[in-house]
């Protein structure tokens, strides 16, 4: 060992050779010096002793049984994507309540069955609107159930007429509409009710995205998600409605667009 | 993601659990939280999983990897938490291992006048506690030690040097109220 090492270069080292992590040359210089000098020699098994002390006062700790089940069962909830409605395990419910709840129900528990990560991440703004809007004050910015108030209520407020359509005949009334901000722009957000339950209908102008029929995205937190792109329009629906009857709703949507777009089409013939 | 994909991922990172536990607990001196961050750590590195694999890594890189996620959420938990934390500090109930930092005077007097090796390293700053975990009760390597805290080797010497000289003094002077 040289001379002109420091005592703190020589503690280094000598936690090196106590983990094993010393560069053999090193270790052997180091053991010849441990030999000759009895003040590195009585440091050496200070460590040593210290080592032993730890791992006898500091256990190395079991997970709990608890946590342990409650791993596994969100695991496979996350991942499988199960279609009973998920359950939010007790401990998370804090978690939510104490952080931005909205960014975890986002980022935290997708089902990652996802398989683009453009649509993971629509999905995961598209559902944090949806509960956002359903905290008090947050539904509507203008509450009507005539189609006739609420389409022109969005012009000058978005660069798009979106249209808007009553179903109360069919069980789903307009409640309102309002603006929301959606995949970096500002899209049009509708609101229908069903019973108890309201859907939140979010649409913007389709941009090169294929046509599509409307097909499910994703349920999390209890909550279905749907989408699908019309020749104008990229729709997304997401409600707790049961998913056959948030179908239903897709079609009526679906249907009353098509309605409304063959004039145009026609008159686009010669 | 395919049920052979959760598989995999239970295979691999699963195992781990006791060792996620281990640091988170020891790192938030807390069992509630603990638990609270390893179920999140599990969760994101669920989500992450696929470029973890990129890595081609076998079960031992699982727990290196894993024990990385869940020092980061706890980190970004006790940022998050901090105002309440300060709020909460003295709450027997919930942090009664924890009222060592502010009254050690009462912990000693409480101990039969000796601070055990445990309340050391619970005063520890959690940049040394965490290096102590991590090769005296895991046993990594450092190299795999500064793949979790994202420090250099050299970095993690000095830290786990001075973590230890911190525990020894801890220990000696222990030593000492026992022989008076």
């Given at each position: 060992?040289?001379?002109?090492?420091?005592?703190?270069?020589?503690e280094?080292?000598?936690?090196?050779?106590?983990d094993?992590?010393?560069?053999?040359?090193d270790?052997r210089?180091?053991?010849?010096?441990?030999?000759e000098?009895?003040?590195?020699?009585?440091?050496?098994?200070?460590?040593?002793a210290?080592?032993?002390?730890?791992?006898?006062q500091?256990?190395?700790?079991?997970?709990?049984?608890?946590?342990?089940?409650?791993?596994?069962?969100?695991l496979?909830n996350?991942?499988?994507?199960?279609?009973?409605?998920?359950?939010?395990?007790?401990?998370?419910?804090?978690?939510?309540?104490l952080?931005?709840?909205?960014?975890?129900?986002?980022?935290?528990?997708w089902?990652?069955a996802?398989s683009?990560?453009?649509?993971?991440?629509?999905?995961?703004?598209?559902?944090?609107?949806?509960?956002?809007s359903?905290?008090?004050?947050?539904?509507?910015?203008?509450?009507?159930?005539?189609?006739?108030?609420?389409?022109?209520?969005?012009?000058?407020?978005?660069?798009?007429?979106?249209?808007?359509?009553d179903?109360?005949?069919?069980g789903?009334?307009?409640i309102?509409?309002?603006?929301?901000?959606?995949?970096?722009?500002?899209v049009?957000?509708?609101?229908?009710?069903?019973?108890?339950?309201?859907?939140?209908?979010?649409?913007?102008?389709?941009t090169?995205e294929?046509?599509s029929?409307?097909s499910?995205v994703a349920?999390?937190?209890?909550?279905?998600?749907?989408?699908?792109?019309?020749?104008e329009?990229a729709?997304?629906?997401?409600?707790?409605?049961?998913?056959?009857?948030?179908?239903?709703?897709?079609?009526l949507?679906?249907?009353?667009?098509?309605?409304?777009?063959?004039?145009?089409?026609a008159?686009?013939l010669? | 993601?395919?049920?052979?994909?959760?598989e995999?991922?239970?295979?691999?990172?699963?195992?781990?659990l006791?060792?996620?536990?281990?640091?988170?607990?020891?790192?938030?001196?807390?069992?509630?939280?603990?638990q609270?961050?390893?179920q999140?750590a599990y969760?994101?590195a669920?989500?992450?999983?696929?470029?973890?694999r990129g890595?081609g890594?076998d079960a031992?890189?699982?727990?290196?990897?894993?024990?990385?996620?869940?020092r980061?959420?706890?980190?970004?938990?006790r940022?998050?938490?901090?105002?309440?934390?300060?709020?909460?500090?003295?709450?027997?109930?919930?942090?009664?291992d924890?009222v060592?930092?502010?009254?050690?005077?009462?912990?000693?007097?409480?101990?039969?006048?000796?601070?055990?090796?445990?309340?050391?390293?619970?005063r520890l700053?959690p940049e040394?506690?965490?290096?102590?975990?991590?090769?005296e009760?895991?046993?990594?390597?450092?190299?795999?030690?500064?793949?979790?805290?994202?420090?250099?080797?050299?970095?993690?010497?000095?830290?786990l040097s001075?973590?230890?000289?911190?525990l020894?003094e801890?220990?000696?002077?222990?030593?000492?109220?026992?022989v008076?």
């Open positions: 060992m040289e001379s002109n090492v420091t005592h703190r270069e020589l280094l080292q000598l936690d090196a050779y106590v094993g992590e010393l560069e053999p040359e270790a210089d180091l053991e010849t010096h441990l030999q000098c009895a003040d590195c020699a009585r440091r050496h098994e200070a460590r040593v210290l080592s032993a002390a730890i791992r006898e500091i256990p190395a700790l079991h997970a709990p049984d608890a946590l342990r089940g409650r791993v596994r069962a969100t496979r996350v991942a499988g994507g199960s279609a009973s409605r998920p359950v939010l395990p007790p401990i998370a419910g804090r978690w939510l309540a952080a931005a709840s909205l960014a975890v129900v986002a980022v935290g528990s089902r990652l996802l683009r990560a453009g649509e993971d991440a629509l999905a995961g703004q598209v559902l944090a609107s949806h509960v956002r359903l905290m008090p004050g947050h539904l509507t910015d203008v509450v009507s159930s005539d189609q006739h108030t609420v389409k022109p209520w969005f012009n000058g407020r978005l660069d798009f007429s979106p249209p808007v359509y179903f109360a005949g069919r789903f009334p307009l309102g509409g309002r603006l929301d901000y959606v995949g970096g722009r500002p049009a957000a509708l609101v229908y009710g069903r019973r108890q339950h309201l859907v939140n209908v979010f649409l913007w102008p389709a090169r294929s046509l029929d409307p499910p349920t999390r937190q209890g909550y279905h998600l749907l989408r699908w792109t019309t020749p329009y729709y997304w629906v997401v409600s707790d409605l049961g998913v056959a009857e948030l179908h239903d709703f897709a079609q949507v679906q249907q009353a667009d098509s309605a409304a777009t063959i004039p145009a089409a008159r686009a010669p | 993601m395919e049920p052979s994909e959760l995999r991922f239970e295979a691999i990172v699963l195992p781990h006791d060792a996620a536990y281990t640091l988170a607990r020891y790192l938030t001196r807390n069992d509630h939280d603990a609270d961050i390893v999140d969760l994101r669920l989500k992450y999983f696929g470029g973890f890595g890594a031992r890189d699982g727990r290196a990897w894993l024990l990385a996620i869940v980061n959420t706890a980190y970004t938990w940022r998050r938490h901090r105002a309440d934390a300060l709020a909460t500090e003295f709450d027997e109930e919930q942090h009664s924890a060592a930092d502010h009254h050690p005077a009462a912990a000693l007097e409480r101990d039969g006048a000796r601070e055990s090796l445990h309340q050391a390293l619970d700053p040394f506690r965490e290096v102590i975990v991590l090769r009760l895991e046993g990594l390597s450092y190299k795999e030690i500064g793949d979790v805290t994202g420090v250099p080797i050299g970095t993690v010497m000095s830290r001075r973590a230890r000289r911190r020894q801890a220990l000696s002077a222990g030593e000492k109220w026992r008076t």
